[in-house]
């Protein structure tokens, strides 16, 4: 399957938005804010792409049946195969940051409202969302370093290149 300019602009553009939030920028600030907005537009591009967009790029080729999920995490271990689209724990991965994504924009917003305003609770949650995030987002990158050199299955270059 080849990724679409599209697809690898909004992943790279989102994975440097999460690191510069995560790690450079201070929370609460206005550019942390700004990034924050910007990554939440890059998800709202990517999921209209993957409703109306080009084919390979549609979320209805995600695979999210548990059955296939656990039969795919067996074959990490053994005899991995290339898969057309997304594997069965890639299309989860996608659901699970797309979701961790969702919540840190909704809560960083709830922050700016009145009825919210200073909120430790509020902060608590997501600072906690972050850290899943990044979470998620280093096990996603050590699948794909596990599958590119165990199984020799070329993802990086797929997703550098399409």
Partial sequence: MRHDLLVRCTHWWVALGVVCNYWLLEPGEDFHEWVGWSIGVLLVVRIGWGLWGATEARLSRLVLTPRVLLADLRGLMTRY?????????GSWMIVVMFGLITALILTGWMQDLDAFWGEEWLQDIHAWLGHCLIAAATLHVLAVLFIQFRHNVPLIRKIWFG
């Fill in 81 to 89: 195969e290339a898969h057309q689209g997304h594997s069965a724990a």
